[in-house]
């Protein structure tokens, strides 16, 4: 595996505030890598620091093994930023051309074209007359044009509609299988889990999780046994007993216990010979854990992902 | 190579593509040189000396209005949308797009130069020697250094609209009180005492006294020279200012 991107002890700070906290990781050659967290995690700025545009702290930053603002570097990376509006009083064609013109080798016209959608009607637009979806395309278009090792993408796909999305992740897809690394963020759970399979996890400058998608959510789900409690119903102070418990409650004629791990409390409803019945586990809501992991009120359950980590 | 003239003639087309660079550095300047030579009797003496002389005056005007107005606006429309940050994470250097900003710019300015010759020579048939049209051609390309400088330093403001504002301003100001609009004689006596001491006048001094077969004064070069160094002094120090805040 050649390792593409190293983060070591990155640290950067506006004035007093840490907007990244001591970030190390590695990024191997053919991954899609979703950097996930609410706004503020600091997703942007690490992506800012990886291509050089913002200097670190401190800590080192090193793509393909140099520094990202050096000239080798640079021909090899393709960039998609936020609201970054095109060049003025040019074609969709001629930026295209002039972007071309930057790197040693390029994709032609043609390949451009067909793996970002534009049209041919496009092409003869004035950049800064196009749609909003149109320059989203403009843009990826842009990112493409050398033919990169390395592609970043600072939320892709804000603003465009279903079927873009589809079919920019799609050619992410081929990209990928060509060989090449991509790195995007996101604060949308679902698109990363959809589209990356690797899932970095910012909260508050900090990596707070790291791993596949479905390592991702296990640590944020929070499963839950429950049952409907028999004659000799346990009080709830003997049920918080059981191991591996961490809240009771009780909904309906439903008992609910919230875990991290249901396979212990089954198993130890049926050590105990518990008086329940019609014992259901089920994974709290995905979208809900993140939301709740990403809410300021939070705090308590990143501690809690953070010892599962 | 390929990447210096391809960025070359993208930046030479953005200027010839923005309306504001036709109307104020082509059409107005034709527009008066033909009101004030052809249609209004301005009761000057001699005219054929009249004709060539506002046609440098025109032409200054001109001149001088992409150099502070098309380079400073552009500038910080391209920071202010992100443009220049983009291109900080292409492999174009900032030495090539910094060369091909200037030769964009320095095409435009022949480019205009011409035009508003030819203009002159159709609507007026002012007629020169070669080594005047050429003189007067050079100087007034040379001596728009100090107004790119300004330019320059324009383009180091935040905002599109404070730039395009304080540029018009700038723009109108120099041309009236150097004298490129109206002959001197006929500002108020107050403008005509500092005139001389104004960029604009000494720029169109020079090109003034070529054509009628002189050379621009000393003192023309020496005050010009001192505003390029002033402003290029500033705009540094106000870019590293600029730079020491945001890193």
């Given at each position: 595996m050649e390792t593409i991107i190293t983060l070591n002890g990155v640290t950067k700070k506006f004035k007093e505030m840490k907007a990244v906290d001591d970030v190390t990781l590695t990024i191997q050659k053919g991954e899609i890598v979703a950097i996930l967290g609410p706004n503020g995690a600091g997703k942007t700025t690490t992506i800012m620091m990886m291509l050089g545009l913002l200097q670190q702290s401190s800590g080192t930053v090193t793509l393909f093994g140099s520094p990202p603002k050096e000239k080798k570097v640079r021909e090899r990376i393709g960039t998609m930023l936020q609201e970054v509006s095109v060049i003025d009083a040019l074609t969709v064609r001629e930026i295209l051309q002039l972007f071309r013109s930057y790197y040693p080798k390029s994709l032609s016209i043609h390949e451009l074209v067909t793996l970002t959608g534009l049209n041919e009607e496009d092409m003869k637009k004035r950049a800064d007359k196009l749609s909003g979806g149109q320059k989203r395309r403009l843009s990826f278009a842009l990112a493409l044009a050398g033919d990169p090792d390395l592609l970043f993408f600072d939320e892709p796909t804000v603003g465009m509609d279903i079927s873009s999305r589809r079919k920019f992740w799609n050619t992410v897809k081929e990209l990928q299988n060509k060989g090449k690394t991509v790195v995007f963020t996101t604060h949308y759970l679902q698109e990363a889990d959809d589209a990356a399979d690797r899932i970095i996890l910012f909260q508050k400058g900090k990596v707070i999780a790291d791993g596949t998608p479905a390592q991702i959510k296990s640590k944020l789900s929070r499963q839950s046994v429950s049952f409907v409690p028999g004659q000799n119903a346990l009080s709830f102070e003997e049920l918080r007993?059981?191991?591996?418990?961490?809240e009771v409650y009780q909904k309906g004629d439903r008992c609910y216990l919230v875990s991290e791990n249901s396979d212990i409390v089954v198993a130890e409803i049926f050590n105990r010979k518990l008086d329940v019945k019609d014992i259901l586990v089920e994974s709290g809501r995905l979208d809900e854990a993140f939301e709740q992991l990403t809410a300021q009120e939070g705090a308590d359950v990143i501690e809690n992902v953070n010892n599962a980590v | 190579m390929k990447m210096l003239i391809t960025q070359c003639k993208v930046e030479i087309i953005r200027i010839l593509r923005n309306p504001y660079y036709v109307f104020w550095s082509l059409f107005m300047p034709i527009l008066f040189y033909t009101l004030f030579t052809k249609i209004f009797n301005t009761g000057i003496g001699n005219q054929e000396e009249w004709q060539a002389h506002y046609l440098m005056s025109m032409t200054v005007f001109s001149v001088m209005g992409t150099s502070i107005m098309t380079l400073g606006i552009r500038l910080v429309e391209e920071r202010a949308k992100g443009w220049s940050m983009f291109m900080?994470?292409?492999?174009?250097?900032d030495s090539v797009y910094f060369i091909s900003k200037m030769a964009g710019q320095t095409f435009i300015h022949v480019f205009s130069i011409v035009i508003i010759f030819l203009a002159g020579a159709i609507i007026n048939g002012v007629k020169l020697s070669a080594v005047e049209w050429i003189s007067s051609g050079s100087w007034i390309l040379a001596a728009s250094l100090p107004f790119l400088a300004i330019g320059t330093l324009i383009g180091n403001m935040k905002k599109v609209d404070t730039a395009s504002g304080i540029s018009n301003i700038l723009y109108l100001g120099f041309a009236i009180t150097g004298g490129l609009w109206m002959p001197i004689d006929i500002l108020p006596e107050f403008i005509q005492n500092i005139t001389t001491y104004l960029p604009a006048y000494n720029y169109g001094n020079g090109a003034w006294l070529l054509v009628k077969g002189e050379l621009p004064e000393w003192s023309n070069v020496v005050i010009l020279a001192a505003y390029l160094a002033v402003f290029m002094i500033l705009s540094i120090y106000i870019r590293k200012k600029q730079e020491a805040a945001v890193g």
């Open positions: 007993s059981i191991p591996a418990v961490t | 900080r994470i292409t492999p174009l250097s």
